[in-house]
């Protein structure tokens, strides 16, 4: 096996990767609220977790896996989400990745659910279709640690200057090492986020690749049966996958921050809210007139949570002051 296989940047591979990195520095860039940057986050992250494991076969959706007495599969889930918090939390502290950190990541993908976790497999393995055929025989486990150590060597080099083409050659090439007797699938998807980290590629919140990845799965196994013969054509349909689902995220993204914006105010608030609007920069006199029966420290007051709402600001001082909207 040639690791990695030979692959060319195309134009049609160009252009995915600046669509790409075009929303990376727009995830960066853009002022994301904490609380709906904190609530994207968490249901992406739970999401990565489910549909990794719905890939192998899990069968849980989001709303069974709270509910749910099956202990192994929740555990699949869980697993993951430990895994990819670890990834996480160890970012700053990662340099070039090794043998013993692949095995790490197996061992917490399969606690409690493998006695082989954290261990190379012994014997010979294969990849299975849906119908339980096998569809690629997997190299002997005395091979295993020398292709892991030329796979190793691409991701630890600068061969590749585009961070998200390494981590998707990467992927492929674990897949088809196939080191592990269980766990090949979930570990090899969370390569990917590793090396993202690793390199410093990282997007500010979570691209949920595992939810497409899960609906178009019979796509994704193709792409990867020929991936070694059609680097190119599998690293397309990855990128493009994983392309859409950015697009998704900035779509909620604007969901949530129209949701926020859409703040209940007490009549009186909204009403001032409306001069303002309609007058683009109105001075409190201007206020003031359409709410003669009104004390003008009550106005005030009111002017006070409109801006602590951050929908209202104030600009200028004692007599030149006005109010616009943010």
Same mark, same amino acid.
């Given at each position: 096996?040639?690791?990695?296989?030979?692959?060319?940047?195309?134009?049609?591979?160009?252009?995915?990767?600046?669509?790409?990195?075009?929303?990376?520095?727009?995830?960066?860039?853009?002022?994301?609220?904490?609380?709906?940057?904190?609530?994207?986050?968490?249901?992406?992250?739970?999401?990565?977790?489910?549909?990794?494991?719905?890939?192998?076969?899990?069968?849980?959706?989001?709303?069974?896996?709270?509910?749910?007495?099956?202990?192994?599969?929740?555990?699949?889930?869980?697993?993951?989400?430990?895994?990819?918090?670890?990834?996480?939390?160890?970012?700053?502290?990662?340099?070039?990745?090794?043998?013993?950190?692949?095995?790490?990541?197996?061992?917490?993908?399969?606690?409690?659910?493998?006695?082989?976790?954290?261990?190379?497999?012994?014997?010979?393995?294969?990849?299975?279709?849906?119908?339980?055929?096998?569809?690629?025989?997997?190299?002997?486990?005395?091979?295993?640690?020398?292709?892991?150590?030329?796979?190793?060597?691409?991701?630890?080099?600068?061969?590749?200057?585009?961070?998200?083409?390494?981590?998707?050659?990467?992927?492929?090439?674990?897949?088809?090492?196939?080191?592990?007797?269980?766990?090949?699938?979930?570990?090899?998807?969370?390569?990917?986020?590793?090396?993202?980290?690793?390199?410093?590629?990282?997007?500010?919140?979570?691209?949920?690749?595992?939810?497409?990845?899960?609906?178009?799965?019979?796509?994704?196994?193709?792409? !990867?049966?020929?991936? #070694? $013969? +059609?680097? &190119? %054509?599998?690293? =397309?349909?990855?990128?493009?996958?994983?392309?859409?689902?950015?697009?998704?995220?900035?779509?909620?993204?604007?969901?949530?921050?129209?949701?926020?914006?859409?703040?209940?105010?007490?009549?009186?608030?909204?009403?001032?809210?409306?001069?303002?609007?309609?007058?683009?920069?109105?001075?409190?006199?201007?206020?003031?007139?359409?709410?003669?029966?009104?004390?003008?420290?009550? !106005?005030?007051?009111? #002017? $006070? +949570?409109? &801006? %602590?709402?951050? =929908?209202?600001?104030?600009?200028?001082?004692?007599?030149?002051?006005?109010?616009?909207?943010?």
């Amino acid at each position: 096996m040639k690791i990695p296989p030979l692959y060319q940047i195309t134009p049609d591979i160009l252009e995915l990767i600046a669509k790409i990195e075009a929303n990376r520095i727009f995830f960066s860039s853009v002022p994301i609220p904490p609380a709906i940057k904190e609530k994207i986050q968490r249901i992406s992250l739970l999401k990565s977790s489910l549909y990794s494991a719905r890939i192998e076969g899990n069968p849980l959706t989001m709303e069974e896996l709270d509910n749910t007495s099956d202990r192994q599969k929740k555990l699949e889930v869980l697993n993951i989400l430990s895994a990819i918090k670890f990834i996480e939390k160890e970012a700053d502290k990662k340099t070039r990745m090794s043998k013993k950190d692949i095995l790490n990541l197996h061992r917490l993908v399969m606690k409690n659910l493998d006695p082989a976790a954290g261990y190379f497999r012994r014997e010979m393995g294969a990849i299975f279709n849906q119908a339980g055929v096998a569809v690629y025989m997997s190299p002997p486990p005395n091979q295993i640690p020398v292709l892991l150590d030329n796979l190793l060597a691409y991701i630890n080099s600068d061969t590749e200057k585009f961070p998200i083409i390494c981590a998707f050659i990467s992927h492929l090439v674990f897949e088809k090492i196939h080191p592990f007797i269980e766990g090949n699938g979930r570990v090899g998807r969370l390569l990917i986020l590793d090396i993202f980290f690793r390199k410093n590629w990282r997007f500010n919140l979570n691209v949920v690749l595992e939810e497409a990845l899960d609906n178009h799965k019979e796509d994704y196994y193709y792409y !990867l049966d020929i991936g #070694l $013969k +059609k680097p &190119q %054509e599998y690293l =397309l349909f990855m990128l493009d996958t994983f392309w859409r689902q950015s697009e998704k995220i900035k779509s909620q993204i604007a969901h949530e921050s129209d949701k926020n914006e859409k703040v209940i105010l007490p009549p009186r608030q909204e009403e001032i809210y409306s001069i303002i609007a309609d007058h683009k920069m109105a001075s409190f006199d201007t206020i003031k007139r359409r709410f003669l029966k009104v004390p003008a420290r009550t !106005l005030r007051y009111d #002017l $006070k +949570k409109l &801006q %602590e709402k951050g =929908l209202v600001a104030k600009v200028g001082s004692t007599k030149g002051t006005f109010y616009r909207l943010r």
